[in-house]
């Protein structure tokens, strides 16, 4: 059984900051790509962010330039800054684990909560 172990999350008033985490086994870590998703009431997952094995990223258009996702290789750590945060930004947030040929796994969400 392979654990993401989430935390970071948090109730931040409008315009603040939060930074995620998750860490993952070497095992995967290495070969995976990591990414963070997120479910707010009433939505679909959606992708917020990933980072691949070799650092490439991505983003969700509504993050860009005020998200910012990176890896740790030498501690298994996904990271996941997000800066002026806005009260669409509340969620539930998860941290993916992703490869095209094994099995996907997800961390078991942190709450988000953006409000004043």
């Known amino acids: 059984q392979v654990h993401l172990v989430e935390s970071g999350g948090g109730l931040v008033q409008p315009g603040g900051s939060l930074r995620l985490s998750c860490a993952a086994p070497?095992?995967?870590?290495?070969?995976?790509?990591m990414g963070w998703y997120r479910q707010a009431p009433g939505k679909q997952r959606e992708l917020v962010a990933a980072?691949?094995?070799?650092?490439?990223?991505k983003y969700a258009d509504s993050v860009k330039g005020r998200f910012t996702i990176s890896r740790d290789n030498a501690k298994n750590t996904v990271y996941l800054q997000m800066n002026s945060l806005k009260p669409e930004d509340t969620a539930v947030y998860y941290c993916?684990?992703?490869?095209?040929?094994?099995?996907?796994?997800w961390g078991q969400g942190t709450q988000v909560t953006v409000s004043s």
């Open positions: 993916n684990a992703q490869h095209t040929f094994l099995p996907d796994y």
């Open positions: 070497g095992s995967i870590f290495s070969i995976y790509t």
């Open positions: 980072v691949a094995s070799g650092g490439n990223t």
